[in-house]
């Protein structure tokens, strides 16, 4: 089974994943330890050594202008969390620009409303999910699906 995973790790991030085998999508809010420990148990051979069955994208983000002081600082340090998450549980992964999943992922539409965006793709991509993609505090989950299936598609 190959599993894609998708990371936003924004302060009200999400992470989600896609895999073969039977296809399964799903995705958690925020912190997201637990699960990410569960999905990485399962790849770990009796050996030790971790099976390339698993991809990860990280969004990779940076402050903003006009961004306070200590909201920069959490964000950095969810950032590097994340990063330091994959790491640890010997999890390949990839750092990619919003605007360059965002760009393959909206077929290079680059107006609009990003949040309203996110959802409407995710929702039309994975219309099984959209349940859970209802609300429009629910980007965060559109947008770790979207970068999940943007790292199932680079993936070659």
């Known amino acids: 089974m190959r599993i894609w995973l998708g990371i936003d790790p924004g302060q009200s991030g999400a992470m989600a994943f896609i895999?073969?085998?039977?296809?399964?999508?799903?995705?958690?809010?925020?912190?997201?330890?637990?699960?990410?420990?569960?999905?990485?148990?399962?790849?770990?051979?009796?050996?030790?050594?971790?099976?390339?069955?698993?991809?990860?994208?990280?969004e990779k983000v940076h402050s903003m202008p006009k961004q306070g002081v200590a909201s920069s600082f959490k964000f950095g340090m969810n950032f590097g969390i994340w990063r330091g998450r994959l790491e640890a549980l010997g999890i390949p992964y990839d750092l990619v620009t919003p605007q360059k999943w965002q760009k393959v992922m909206f077929d290079s539409q680059t107006r609009g409303d990003r949040k309203a965006m996110s959802l409407d793709r995710a929702r039309r991509l994975f219309p099984e999910m959209s349940d859970m993609l209802k609300r429009k505090k629910d980007h965060s989950r559109a947008d770790a699906l979207l970068i999940a299936e943007y790292c199932r598609r680079m993936d070659k």
Not at 20 to 27: N, Y
Not at 28 to 39: F, H, R, T, V
Request: charged share 25%.
């Open 19 to 58: 895999s073969t085998g039977p296809k399964v999508m799903d995705f958690e809010d925020g912190e997201c330890i637990s699960w990410l420990k569960a999905i990485s148990d399962q790849l770990i051979s009796p050996l030790g050594k971790d099976y390339p069955q698993a991809k990860a994208v990280l």
